[in-house]
């Protein structure tokens, strides 16, 4: 992100540039700290800096494409890996949809 910023001679959209930086240190950190290890939501916060980076590579004059890119990029960032890779669900009975097993 940096780099596209001095490729822009540093004007740049700044409010993009931290909120985008500052989300996805964050959430990274926060993802350390509680010991979240679903890697769906790992690849998902890569995914959306991506998207975030792209958006922020199209420079634009219009505020609106800025605020469509932001809201877009992290929201199809975070839910493609959920809808790609399924996760385990854990066996539970009282979870059955018949009920508890009679075994």
């Known amino acids: ?4 910023a ?10 993009y540039f931290i909120a985008a930086i500052v989300l996805y240190a964050s959430a ?8 979240e290890d679903d890697l769906r939501l790992r ?3 890569h995914l ?9 590579w199209l420079h634009s004059n219009n505020t609106t494409v800025y605020i469509g890119f932001f809201i877009g990029g992290i929201a199809g960032g975070l ?4 809808l790609i890779v399924r996760g385990h669900q854990e ?4 979870a059955h949809p018949h ?4 075994e």
């Open 99 to 102: 009920g508890p097993s009679s």
């Open 28 to 35: 990274n950190v926060a993802g350390n700290v509680f010991g």
């Open 6 to 15: 001095v490729a822009y001679r540093w004007d740049i959209p700044w409010l």
């Open 48 to 56: 959306a800096f991506i998207f975030l980076l792209v958006g922020f």
């Open 91 to 94: 066996h539970k009975d009282s």
């Open 1 to 4: 992100m940096f780099g596209i």
């Open 43 to 45: 690849i998902g916060l």
């Open 79 to 82: 839910i493609i890996p959920y």
